[in-house]
Every structure is written in C-alpha cells, then in structure tokens.
C-alpha cells in the first residue's frame, strides 16, 4: 500500500513539475512575442520644424514718410482701435529706433498732440526709419467703469508712398528661396533655429543691392545661404514710389527661421 502511495505521488509530482514547465515556457514564449510585437510597431514621428519666410517692412505697423511728416497729432497716424480706448494721457514718447533699439533721439509730450520738438524729430526721418511711440494712459475699465493705467508701443516703419514690389510676386520669391534652401534647412533641430534677418535694399532702378545679414538663425550654413540667394535672387522689382511719383529706394528685411523681434 505505501509502495502504491509512493508511485502515484511520484507520477503526480512528474506531471505537476512538466505541466509548470510548459506553462513557463509558453508565458515566456509570450512574453517574447509581446515584446517583440511591441518593438516592431513603435514607428518614430518624423520631426517637422516650423522654418518661416518672410519679405516685408521691418515692422507691421507702417506709415508713409508723408502722411507721418503732416501728422499733428498721434492719432493721424496711429490705428483708431489703438487709441480709441484712452481717456486721458500721462505722456506720449517719439523714439527713434536703430533697427529694433532705442536711440537717444528722442521727445516726450503730455498728450496725442505733438509738441514742437517732437514735431521737428519726426522731420528727419527718411523711408525705411523706424520709430516707436511709448505712451502711457488712462482707460475705463470695461467690468467696473474704473478708470485704469495702461500704455502701448507701437513700433513703426516709414514706407513710401508706393512701395517696392517684386514683379513675380512675393509668394514667388519666397517659393524660390524655399525650394533652393531646403538642403540647408534638413540640418536643423527642433527648438535650434532662432529668428534670423537680414537687410537688403531695392534700388531707384529695381535692383537689389546691400545685402547685410544682421540677425543669426543660429546657423552659419544657413544665414550664409540666404545671403547668397538674396543676392542672386533672378526676376525684377519695381521700385518704390514717393508721393510725386519718383523712384525711390527702399529697404526691406527677409525673415527666415522664427518669427522674432
């Protein structure tokens, strides 16, 4: 009887042991599909940069030289929806700007009119100046009726009267900068590129003269690239126009990267 009970434990521990073999093996089994499933789905997500282009002014808010040199006032050149808001004014500052710095070229009021020293500052400057207006204020609030302060600075270029355009068009030229930048742009990563800008002056004859980088995209190769393409840009322009109808030049600013400052 025990030699019985000997053999069927030893029978049942046989199969019990062969039975947890086979079942460790097949989760192992499982496992290693599991993950080797898993490995062949991951698919990486190719990086896409947001590499803008763009030819313009060198700020969006713009005036021409004669509109600005008749102005008595901040309010005959600035948006309405810029100033409609203000109740009273604390000071009014004309500031006139080294590219996106201020200069100690400056005058300050007490309100939109414009004193006589602002007045004869906003004389000297010629197309393609910038300028800024600081101003500081006082509003009603909206929710309580209050009155509270506020201010704005509105950086602004001086434009002619007609400006400069490229014959083609500008989507043209910036398609023709894209497409012949492009093994430049492969080499950047995201988060890398910074705002870079560089000068370049339409001439009274259409042409396109003083090509300065003045601002990095952060990489050489490419700051380099568009200087060359800027330059070697095929197609005409039309030259810019002043108010009785004369050729004027005008400088303009490609903005290549991010959009910054």
């Given at each position: 009887m025990k030699k019985s009970i000997l053999i069927i434990s030893a029978v049942f521990t046989t199969v019990s042991l062969m039975a947890f073999s086979y079942l460790n093996s097949a989760t192992e089994s499982s496992q290693e599909l599991i993950t080797e499933n898993t490995t062949e789905n991951i698919i990486e997500e190719p990086v896409t940069i947001d590499f803008v282009y763009d030819i313009d002014s060198r700020f969006m808010?713009?005036?021409?030289?004669?509109?600005?040199?008749?102005?008595?006032?901040?309010?005959?050149?600035?948006?309405?929806?810029?100033?409609?808001?203000?109740?009273?004014?604390?000071?009014?500052?004309?500031?006139?700007?080294?590219?996106?710095?201020?200069?100690?070229?400056?005058?300050?009021?007490?309100?939109?009119?414009?004193?006589?020293?602002?007045?004869?500052?906003?004389?000297?400057?010629?197309?393609?100046?910038?300028?800024?207006?600081?101003?500081?204020?006082?509003?009603?609030?909206k929710v309580t009726g209050e009155l509270e302060y506020n201010y704005f600075t509105p950086h602004i270029t001086i434009v002619p009267e007609k400006e400069a355009e490229y014959v083609n068009g500008k989507d043209a030229l910036i398609d023709y900068l894209k497409v012949n930048s492009q093994e430049q742009i492969a080499i950047v990563k995201d988060g890398k590129v910074k705002g870079g800008k560089l000068y370049f002056t339409v001439t009274k004859s259409g042409v396109i003269s003083d090509v300065k980088l003045s601002a990095t995209s952060g990489y050489p190769s490419i700051d380099k690239r568009m200087v060359e393409l800027m330059t070697k840009a095929p197609g005409k322009w039309q030259a810019a126009e002043n108010a009785k109808g004369e050729k004027v030049a005008q400088k303009l600013v490609f903005s290549f990267g991010t959009i910054g400052c």
């Open positions: 808010s713009t005036v021409t030289k004669e509109k600005l040199h008749n102005a008595k006032s901040i309010l005959d050149f600035l948006p309405k929806s810029q100033t409609e808001t203000v109740v009273s004014y604390d000071y009014v500052r004309v500031t006139i700007l080294d590219d996106y710095h201020q200069t100690d070229m400056k005058a300050t009021g007490k309100d939109d009119v414009l004193t006589a020293a602002q007045l004869k500052l906003l004389q000297t400057v010629d197309y393609s100046a910038n300028i800024l207006i600081r101003a500081n204020f006082k509003q009603k609030n």
